[in-house]
């Protein structure tokens, strides 16, 4: 399996394990909310589920009610098919998920696992934040050093577009140090009150069943400017 449609497995089971959806509604979601997918076509979309669907990852259900179903055959249209997890697609997307190899904080790879970090194990979200942190620092030092040699032999609106590209790599790190940080502060916070015998509701002037899960990270409060799109492929 190629690295690009091992993501797109990815992003598709992590989209059918929120809800079923049939294939255009699935190449909608894919384009607007994993915006590296803007480029897919059904071409490569439906391979891919017919795939998923050959593992017993998904299976195929009826779109529409029985007399539309019916209606659609006999007017020689394909009814629509909706694509719903299994428990073995869970599982799957659950192996996914706790994978933190260096194809976890490439480019591509790394805006799709960011946009299911709210499901990501906080041990995890650091590995591939971190992983992230240090692929952007090395490739940094090679277009430092590559500006320091090609200087003299650049016009200026070459000269620009490789400072510009440099400052795109330079904020997402700086973006990145913030979510570590706030991942570090927040397992701190967590630790420091594991051992107090005081549940939640116990507190005092905090209402019932109003806790958040131990293990969603909070992202930092942003300071001007905006945040740079994990999505955005910064090599340059």
Not at 65 to 89: F, H, M, N, S, W
Not at 98 to 127: C, I, K, L, N
């Amino acid at each position: 399996m190629s690295r690009r449609s091992g993501v797109l497995e990815f992003a598709v089971l992590g989209l059918l394990r929120e809800s079923p959806m049939h294939g255009y509604e699935l190449r909608k979601r894919l384009n607007t909310s994993l915006g590296v997918f803007r480029a897919f076509s059904y071409g490569s979309l439906y391979p891919c589920l017919k795939t998923l669907v050959a593992n017993g990852w998904l299976i195929e259900e009826p779109g529409s009610a029985p007399d539309e179903a019916l209606a659609a055959t006999l007017a020689g249209r394909r009814a629509k098919i909706v694509y719903r997890l299994t428990a073995e697609g869970k599982e799957r997307f659950e192996e996914l998920l706790a994978h933190t190899g260096p194809d976890a904080w490439e480019d591509e790879h790394f805006g799709v696992r960011f946009a299911f970090f709210g499901q990501t194990s906080r041990e995890v979200r650091m590995r591939v934040l971190e992983g992230r942190r240090s692929r952007l620092e090395e490739r940094l030092e090679k277009m430092r050093a590559s500006l320091s040699r090609t200087r003299e032999r650049l016009d200026d609106y070459t000269l620009e577009l490789q400072r510009h590209g440099m400052e795109s790599v330079e904020r997402e790190v700086r973006w990145l140090n913030e979510l570590i940080e706030s991942e570090r502060a927040g397992r701190e916070q967590r630790s420091g009150t594991a051992g107090q015998d005081r549940t939640p509701e116990q507190e005092p002037g905090r209402a019932p069943h109003q806790d958040q899960s131990p293990d969603t990270g909070g992202l930092p409060r942003h300071r001007g400017g905006s945040r740079p799109d994990p999505s955005d492929d910064t090599a340059i």
